[in-house]
Every structure is written in C-alpha cells, then in structure tokens.
C-alpha cells in the first residue's frame, strides 16, 4: 500500500486530486443559497423592458435576507450591450422601495440568466410578499423571458399590472459566506493563561 503511493505516478494523481478538491471546497463555500426560484425553461412571453414598463415579480421568501436576483434576459436582435437594474419593494410594484442593484450589464446577443446584486445586503420578513422590478437603465429594448404560472407565490407584472397566467424565470437568494472565524477577545485571551 505504502509503495502504491509512494510511486511518482500516483503520488501525482493525489496531489491533483487534493488540490481539485480544495478547489471544490472553496466554490461549495462560496455557494449561493436560492430561496425561491421559477427556472423552468417553458417561455411563454417575452415582453421587452421599456415596452411593458414596469416589469416585475411577486414573490414570497422564506429567508431573511436577499443578496441577488437573477432574471432571465434576452438580447438577441441587437449588436449592443444594454444594462438592466432591479429594485425591490414591498408587497406592491409601487410599494415601499427596500433596495437597488444598480446597473447590471448584458452583452450583446445575450439570452441568458443575468445576476443583479443589491448594493448590500436586504432584510427580509419572511412570508410577506415582495415584488421586484426590473427596469432597463442603458442600451437597447432587453425582453424578460417568462413562463405560465409556475410559481404559486407570486405573480408576473407587465404595465404595473399583476398577471395570474404568467411568472417570470427567476431566482433569488442570498450568497453564503461561509462561518466567520471566531474572533479572539482580550478576556478569551486572557482566560486561556490563568
Ligand atoms: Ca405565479
């Protein structure tokens, strides 16, 4: 056993291995947490930004917080990039604003999630109804890709309007950040030499 491992061949391969699993290691820790999410990929609408202004989701977490949401844009017709924001409010499209992301860009010809991340973190209640809105802030007409109604806590907004047939993709969470080293005290300190 000890000879197998001590041959360079596999001494090697677990090296790669251990260095491949820190490198596991370190993007698990880094995990997103996804509280609620519709990521079915059954469009049904794809209303532009601008066109059906204000735009947006219900949605009802079951967290406390919420770091990003992530939306599903389309760009496809254009050879320029344009950038979209989102804001989130409480219970209404017009209700209390509780936080932006600023502006998140989409490359050009893009059709895909994009990520928007609230300049800091945002506390949630859980089991109270939010809504976020996605607005484009620079470019050309983005379209958000949406399902039928596949979410059942919440619903899609089109004109300010609250639409039952309809859910945006989405996904919402918070980015974990691993446990905090525990931080030493001068009394801890002190306690450990008595
Ligand atoms: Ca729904």
Same mark, same amino acid.
């Given at each position: *056993? ?13 090296? &790669? ?6 490198? /596991?290691? %370190?993007?698990?820790? /880094? /995990?997103?947490? &996804? ?48 950038? =979209? ?5 409480? +219970? ?9 992301t600023? /502006? ?8 895909g ?10 506390? @949630?209640d859980?089991?109270?109804?939010? =809504?976020? @809105? ?10 958000? *890709? ?20 309809? +859910? ?14 525990? %931080? ?11």
């Open positions: *056993m000890i000879g197998h491992w001590c041959s360079g061949r596999s001494l090697r391969g677990a090296l &790669v291995a251990a260095v491949l699993f820190a490198a /596991a290691a %370190t993007v698990a820790a /880094a /995990a997103d947490l &996804v509280d609620q999410e519709n990521v079915s990929g059954d469009f049904v609408a794809d209303p532009g930004l601008n066109a059906f202004a204000p735009v947006g989701q219900e949605f009802v977490p079951s967290l406390q917080a919420v770091d990003f949401v992530e939306v599903f844009i389309s760009n496809p017709y254009s050879s320029l990039t344009s950038a =979209v924001g989102v804001e989130l409010h409480v +219970d209404t499209i017009g209700g209390t604003l509780l936080g932006s600023g /502006a998140t860009e989409v490359p050009r010809s893009h059709h999630p994009i990520r928007c991340s609230f300049t800091e973190t945002v506390q @949630l859980p089991g109270a109804r939010y =809504v976020f @809105l996605i607005q484009e802030l620079a470019g050309v007409e983005v379209t958000l *890709m949406a399902t039928p109604d596949l979410y059942p806590q919440g619903r899609f907004i089109f004109w300010g309007e609250p639409y039952t047939e309809f +859910d945006a993709w989405f996904r919402e969470g918070v980015v974990a950040t691993g446990t905090p080293a525990p %931080t030493a005290t001068w009394s801890t300190v002190k306690n450990l030499y008595r």
